[in-house]
């Protein structure tokens, strides 16, 4: 009960927000997971995972409250998601626990039948020979039912295991996911703009001699967007430059659309064009020695300098 009042209070706390800004996609697909866990076994099975779900969803949208927009607010909705899901994946496993336990009482009782069955039998030759071959046959019948229900039980108790077996990996390779994820976003920073001043955008590539953006490129365009977004009054030039493999001239028409490139992907994001300019300064103005792989790769840059 409580677990669905406060899904309630999170539905009605995610509509008034909607009013204002739409949740990031981390966050709505925390509420869905800890909906879906709630709505499961979990509140019986494993309540104490299930809380701290529920703790981690309360945390995310009070940080979606105060900035709708902070990154932070993405990280602890995804760490609310991981634990609505652990918290299901828990609940199922020991949902199978029980059933194995079952399924292993089931065949210890049809064994101990077969047993007593079987003397019952034995007791019942030593007595005489009068007991009719039909009847002899129903109870061999009887026997190899019995038989069968326990090799039943066994193989379902084996099936019940393998399916635990598989959804304890499959915990411990989300858990290394999650791991990996929040590691990475760690390591992730905000652009500052700051005017007069000269950003290095690391991490923007290009396929080799073309101006096409990698998919590896995503991350830091998307905090060039957000810093371009939060400061509407800037304006930058977007300088492109390369190496000096190739000739000077082909250099500077490739770091001009390298540039464009960038510029391009920022307007179709919704940054205004008028609030940057592109230059390409191609193989003119390196930072590194061009003799070595390293240098050569610190020369092929985007720079953001703010006006």
């Known amino acids: 009960m409580k677990s669905i009042t406060f899904l309630i209070i999170i539905l009605c706390a ?7 800004s739409v949740p990031p996609i981390e966050l709505i697909n925390a509420r869905q997971a800890y909906q879906q866990a709630s709505s499961g076994p979990a509140a019986q099975l494993v309540p104490a995972d299930l809380h701290k779900a529920q703790e981690a969803l309360a945390l995310a949208e009070k940080s979606f409250q105060d900035d709708p927009k902070s ?10 998601d991981r634990k609505a899901k652990t918290a299901e994946a828990l ?12 399924a292993n009482k089931e ?4 064994q101990t039948e077969i047993v007593k069955n079987t003397k019952e039998d034995l007791a019942t030759a030593e007595r005489g020979s009068a007991i009719k071959s039909e009847q002899l046959a129903v109870e061999q019948k009887a026997r190899l039912d019995a038989e069968q229900r326990a090799s039943d039980a066994q193989l379902e108790a084996q099936r019940v ?3 635990t077996d598989a959804e304890a990996m499959l915990k411990d390779s989300t858990n290394a996911a999650a791991m990996k994820l929040a590691e ?3 390591r992730d920073t905000l652009i500052v703009f700051e005017k007069g001043k000269t950003v290095v955008l690391r991490g923007i590539n290009f396929d080799f001699n073309k101006a096409t953006l990698t998919e590896d490129s995503e991350t830091i365009l998307w905090r060039a967007y957000n810093a371009m977004a939060a400061n509407p009054d800037v304006h930058v030039v977007i300088t492109g430059h390369t190496d000096n493999v190739g000739s000077q ?3 500077q028409l490739l770091s001009l659309k390298r540039a464009q490139a960038v510029r391009n992907w920022l307007v179709q994001k919704g940054t205004l064009s008028s609030r940057m300019r592109t230059v390409g300064r191609g193989q003119n103005e390196p930072v590194s020695s061009n003799d070595t792989d390293e240098g050569r790769a610190d020369n092929r840059r985007i720079e ?4």
Request: aromatic fraction near 10%; glycine fraction near 4%.
């Open 249 to 251: 001239k082909s250099n």
């Open 184 to 186: 990475q976003k760690s």
């Open 161 to 163: 295991k393998a399916s």
């Open 91 to 102: 609940a199922t496993t020991a949902a199978g626990n029980a059933a194995t336990t079952k």
């Open 107 to 110: 065949y210890q009782a049809t």
């Open 71 to 80: 990154f932070h607010t993405r990280d602890l909705a995804y760490i609310a």
């Open 304 to 307: 953001f300098y703010v006006q």
């Open 14 to 20: 995610g509509l008034l927000m909607s009013c204002a």
